[in-house]
């Protein structure tokens, strides 16, 4: 079992950053692709970024490309989802997730092991 406590939510004004944390206390966390997914009202839970394990590869959702930017630091145990030019349609819970899958495999829809408790972004206009 792989325990995510994401951290870093907030409101914020269009065109603002946040950045996002998700912590992953144990040994384990760099046998984990690790990614970001989103869920907005009313809507379904989208994918919004993914790291390989090693943080060589990454993967963004076209709506976010060239705005977000994901890393991690597998001596801390923490992946990170940097957030810039926010837009409202940004606003929505933000889901940090673990997967034994690829970075790659997560892209395309394969379904990761673990999830955090979600962190909400709120951005104004």
């Known amino acids: 079992q792989v325990q995510l406590v994401e951290s870093g939510g907030g409101l914020v004004q269009a065109g603002g950053s946040l950045r996002l944390s998700c912590a992953a206390p144990?040994?384990?966390?760099?046998?984990?692709?690790m990614a970001w997914f989103r869920q907005a009202p009313g809507k379904e839970r989208e994918f919004v970024s993914a790291i390989s394990r090693t943080g060589s590869y990454t993967y963004y959702a076209d709506a976010v490309k060239g705005r977000f930017s994901i890393s991690r630091d597998n001596a801390k145990n923490t992946v990170y989802l940097q957030m810039k030019s926010l837009k409202p349609e940004d606003t929505a819970v933000y889901y940090c997730?673990?997967?034994?899958?690829?970075?790659?495999?997560?892209?395309?829809?394969?379904?990761?092991?673990?999830w955090g408790q979600g962190t909400q972004v709120t951005v104004s206009s």
């Open positions: 997730a673990a997967t034994l899958r690829s970075a790659m495999e997560t892209r395309g829809g394969a379904a990761p092991d673990y």
């Open positions: 144990g040994r384990t966390f760099s046998t984990y692709a």
